[in-house]
């Protein structure tokens, strides 16, 4: 069995695999021992995969894991993945997004693919059917959008999403509600409509904090898969089975 782990910007999510299947999913906002203790010995973890966005508590992370006594994959840039790449600054790339792009292949391995993360920033990723992954884009996130209206005026309010929004806002906090969520359906939109005139059949994949919102509110046909990101980390970490 695989221990994947995904410590992202607000909370750790991790998983446990026996080969492509997800057996367990949780999260926390950090993997403390207690919590590695039960699952050592809850599972026959046979190895384990890291990823990380954050520098802070990682070695920690690191040192707590060694209670398994497994191999331990920290997936950087460098480590080999199960697809093409041509992003010009590979060394900046958020681990994230290249385990999102993993994920959607293994699930899709036959399509062109475009990725969504809407998390605290909404990625995009763009693969096409021979594997390569081909770019994509980074944009503020809704609650990150929300904050900034606030944050950077002298009087507009901090607020959050609201499902009734609508086009238009009639007061100050619906027009800044309909504002922010309807530009970020807007550019979804605008991106799938784009690029799907530019490859055939595209296949939209959504995961993501927010993914279950945008996915009730965009038009165009879009999967929905929160565990994505766990998903394609299985999958690297099965691709280097036999390098660590």
Same mark, same amino acid.
Request: overall charge negative.
């Given at each position: *069995? ?11 999510? /991790? @998983? ?13 906002? /950090? ?20 990823? #990380? $966005? ?12 060694? =209670? ?22 590979? #060394? ?6 290249? %385990?999102?792009?993993?994920? =959607? ?13 809407? @998390?605290? =920033? ?19 996130? *809704?609650?990150?959008? /929300?904050? %900034?209206?606030?944050?950077?005026? #002298? ?19 619906? %027009?800044?509600?309909?504002? $922010?969520?309807? @530009?970020?359906? /807007? ?8 690029? #799907? ?11 993501? @904090?927010?993914?279950?919102?945008? %996915? ?29």
């Amino acid at each position: *069995m695989n221990l994947v782990i995904d410590r992202g910007n607000t909370q750790v999510k /991790f @998983g446990i695999f026996d080969q492509c299947q997800l057996l367990h999913f949780d999260h926390s906002n /950090f993997l403390d021992k207690q919590t590695i203790y039960k699952l050592r010995d809850s599972f026959d973890i046979k190895q384990i995969i890291v990823s #990380s $966005v954050v520098k802070e508590l990682h070695q920690e992370l690191i040192d707590n894991l060694l =209670a398994f006594e497994v191999p331990i994959l920290e997936l950087d840039t460098d480590t080999p993945l199960p697809f093409t790449w041509f992003y010009k600054t590979k #060394s900046s790339i958020g681990k994230d997004r290249l %385990a999102a792009v993993a994920g =959607a292949m293994e699930l899709y391995p036959k399509n062109n693919l475009l990725v969504f993360d809407a @998390g605290t =920033a909404i990625t995009y990723e763009l693969i096409n059917k021979q594997h390569q992954f081909l770019g994509g884009n980074i944009s503020p996130g *809704m609650q990150m959008r /929300f904050k %900034a209206l606030n944050h950077f005026t #002298s009087k507009l309010p901090l607020l959050n999403k609201n499902e009734e929004a609508n086009i238009i806002g009639e007061s100050t906090n619906e %027009a800044i509600q309909a504002g $922010v969520q309807n @530009g970020v359906i /807007f550019e979804i939109e605008g991106i799938i409509n784009h690029l #799907s005139n530019q490859h055939k059949n595209l296949k939209t994949i959504i995961t993501g @904090g927010d993914a279950e919102f945008f %996915a009730r509110k965009l038009k165009n046909p879009i999967f929905v898969h929160p565990n994505l990101v766990l998903i394609g980390l299985n999958r690297i970490l099965e691709y280097n089975a036999q390098y660590i």
